[in-house]
């Protein structure tokens, strides 16, 4: 417990972390520990080369690209509230009927989910996902499995469908709606064999 409250205290705007994230005080603690755990040269920030010695992470195909996300703006290193903002957003979402119409929009939103996985795709961070930067990650998580031929196809075929305004890309709105559609036709798909 002496571990708990001493975290506690080292936490700044806890009361306001925990609004915005929506952790409980325990998980802050926890992530608090692994923050500590990964900060070796403990200055209170994490490197890029932190996320490295994560194993998880180095054996990921998309390893790099998370990491990535971690540090927008070409930032060097984190501080603990940015390293718990992140992870928010793998927080499930759920609905509460009773929310604030004005209030922000929460970190674990579908949209912020969506949002975060359209940057592991669009490493320029210019607005849209192009061939080149789809192909790699495909490239990344099929190339054992596809021919360079079939991965080419699986590229332009993601592209035609997604890309709604023939510019070639896909922009976010474009990622957006082309996800809805699956979803949908999941759900539909369901229903069907009920």
């Known amino acids: ?18 609004q915005e994230t929506g ?14 755990d990964l900060d070796k040269s403990e200055t209170g920030k994490l490197s890029r080369e932190d996320f490295q010695r994560i194993g998880e ?3 990921n195909p998309l390893g790099d690209r998370i ?25 499930p979402t759920v609905k509460d009927n009773h929310a604030d119409p004005n209030a922000p929009e929460p970190i674990n939103s ?3 989910k969506l949002r975060f996985a359209f940057q592991l795709y669009d490493q320029d961070r210019d607005g849209v ?13 099929l190339e054992a499995q596809v021919t360079k031929d079939q991965l080419e196809s699986i590229t332009d ?24 559609n699956i979803n949908l036709e999941h ?3 369901i229903r069907f064999l009920q």
């Open 110 to 112: 579908r949209s912020n």
């Open 187 to 189: 759900k539909m798909s």
């Open 129 to 141: 996902i192009s061939r080149d930067e789809l192909i790699q990650v495909l490239r990344m998580m």
């Open 67 to 91: 990491i990535n996300a971690f540090f927008p703006d070409e930032k060097q290193s984190i501080d603990f509230r940015s390293f718990v903002r992140i992870l928010a957003c793998f927080r």
């Open 23 to 36: 952790f409980t005080k325990a998980h802050i603690c926890r992530l608090y520990d692994r923050f500590a």
């Open 57 to 59: 992470l180095a054996v």
């Open 157 to 180: 075929r993601t592209i035609q469908e997604a890309d709604l305004d023939g510019d070639g890309a896909i922009s976010f709105e474009e990622f957006r709606k082309s996800l809805e």
């Open 1 to 18: 417990m002496g571990s708990y409250s001493s975290h506690l205290a080292k936490i700044e705007d806890l009361h306001g972390m925990i």
